[in-house]
């Protein structure tokens, strides 16, 4: 069946850092990727759609220059936490669309912790 | 815009007992409605999903019927095991975008 690798699964990183996580759809094309936030006892919250070849798209309240989204080829999309800070540690979660209305594959989520 | 209402947890049930997590949706359009689980330390796994009105998902036990007239798709399970235990999030996709409930935690004790 169709696999999302999303690596890592989890790190810690000093306050001023960069973190970058990749979500790698494993044996299919993912034209559309999309990027989560899940913040504690909370549902996730869409942090951005990620489309092959153009730039992501931001859902309000999100910081482009803080969450640099890539999505360089059909089957990698990363997610680049710039000048991390505690208040970004979070569990990050990738999905892949495959077909419409059907077809999400989650990644296994990142856990980021800010020191 | 398009949105899920979901049961607030924690809910916490014996061994052999029926569950129902209540979930409500608004949406413009038709959407495909989804209820995904989060066992403890994993990501979320896709639960069982519906992709029209009436349709039926159902997968390890778990029900859910997606009822257009009551905006509606509520997750049933008969009898519930202590590894059922985890965080049940209902979900539905629309123009692509997947929009999520809030989660309800599910604890069942033996």
């Known amino acids: 069946g169709a696999v999302v690798s999303q690596h890592p699964s989890w790190v810690i990183c000093k306050s001023g850092t960069s973190v970058k996580i990749e979500c790698r759809s494993l044996d299919f094309q993912a034209t559309t990727m999309f990027w989560y936030r899940q913040f504690p006892k909370q549902s996730l919250m869409l942090m951005a759609t990620s489309n092959e070849g153009s730039k992501a798209t931001y859902e309000q309240g999100v910081e482009k220059d803080k969450f640099l989204i890539n999505h360089a080829s059909l089957t990698l999309s990363t997610l680049t936490v710039t000048s991390a800070h505690p208040e970004d540690s979070s569990f990050y979660i990738c999905s892949a669309h495959r077909d419409r209305g059907l077809g999400y594959t989650f990644g296994s989520g990142t856990r980021l912790t800010v020191v | 815009g398009d949105s899920v209402t979901q049961m607030e947890g924690p809910v916490t049930l014996s061994e052999e007992a029926f569950l129902t997590i209540n979930c409500t949706y608004t949406a413009t359009g038709y959407p495909s409605l989804f209820w995904y689980v989060q066992y403890p330390g994993e990501g979320l796994q896709l639960l069982l999903k519906a992709t029209k009105a009436d349709d039926k998902g159902s997968n390890k036990g778990f029900e859910a019927t997606y009822r257009k007239e009551t905006t509606s798709f509520h997750l049933e399970k008969g009898s519930v095991q202590v590894s059922d235990s985890a965080v049940y999030f209902c979900?539905?996709?629309?123009?692509?975008?997947?929009?999520f409930g809030a989660g309800t935690r599910l604890t069942v004790k033996p």
């Open positions: 979900a539905l996709t629309s123009n692509n975008d997947m929009r």
